[in-house]
């Protein structure tokens, strides 16, 4: 069975940072390109980010280009986005999940997360 | 506001069959395929359709899409009260070189 564990979500401060992880078992990590999809409170879901199965290619959605960084540790079966210079706005339901490819442009994903709250605000 | 436009709301009686509509240009829908997701609030997104009009296994044959040119639709007959919930059209934009989701339709089961 899929399962994705995203790390717990925090409370943070304008202008910080926080790294999430989402842990990945019950399929062969690095064939599946993976992705970081949000929610903002009262919003519709938001893509984030996306890697590739080997980690050589990599997407981000403007809102976050230059301050987020997704990457993926197939040793450790592990995803992550590095987020940075935090915003009000980046608060949002963060989600994992899983394409049915490898390629970093897939935009079918079959499995997601259950999502992490992460929460930016003085 | 999203490249992708579908209606903000949508309802329907038990029973009823709905559609649900997402309209896109060539840089989306019309050129790569389209995925539809079902999420109620607070619960893990899940896939309803994939490539255009596939149906992932455990869906209900009771969800279909369909996808002409710029524009797909998602729809949903023999509503039941366990429909109502967001859903979303996500395609891959080449001009952007990002995934779109539309902005979400919340269907309402009066």
């Known amino acids: 069975e899929v399962q994705l564990l995203e790390s717990e979500g925090k409370l943070l401060q304008p202008g910080g940072s926080l790294r999430l992880s989402c842990a990945a078992s019950?399929?062969?990590?690095?064939?599946?390109?993976m992705s970081w999809v949000r929610q903002a409170p009262g919003r519709g879901l938001e893509w984030v980010a996306s890697?590739?199965?080997?980690?050589?290619?990599?997407y981000y959605a403007d809102s976050v280009q230059g301050r987020f960084t997704i990457s993926r540790d197939n040793s450790k079966n592990t995803l992550y986005l590095e987020m940075s210079s935090l915003r009000a706005d980046d608060t949002a339901v963060y989600y994992c999940?899983?394409?049915?490819?490898?390629?970093?442009?897939?935009?079918?994903?079959?499995?997601w997360g259950q999502g992490t709250l992460v929460t930016v605000s003085s | 506001q999203s490249v992708v436009t579908q209606p903000p709301s949508a309802s329907g009686t038990p029973g009823q069959r709905v559609t649900i509509s997402c309209s896109g240009s060539?840089?989306?829908?019309?050129?790569?395929?389209v995925n539809w997701y079902q999420h109620f609030p607070g619960t893990a997104p899940r896939v309803l359709i994939h490539?255009?009009?596939q149906r992932p296994s455990g869906v209900p044959d009771r969800f279909s899409g369909s996808k002409s040119g710029t524009s797909a639709s998602l729809a949903i007959s023999g509503l039941q009260s366990e429909d109502e919930a967001d859903y979303y059209c996500?395609?891959?934009?080449?001009?952007?070189?990002?995934?779109?989701f539309g902005g979400g339709t919340k269907l309402t089961v009066l």
């Open positions: 490539s255009n009009n």
């Open positions: 890697i590739s199965g080997r980690g050589e290619t990599t």
């Open positions: 996500v395609a891959w934009d080449a001009s952007l070189n990002g995934v779109v």
């Open positions: 999940a899983k394409a049915i490819l490898l390629q970093a442009h897939d935009t079918d994903f079959d499995s």
């Open positions: 060539s840089s989306n829908i019309g050129r790569n395929s």
């Open positions: 019950g399929f062969s990590f690095s064939y599946y390109a």
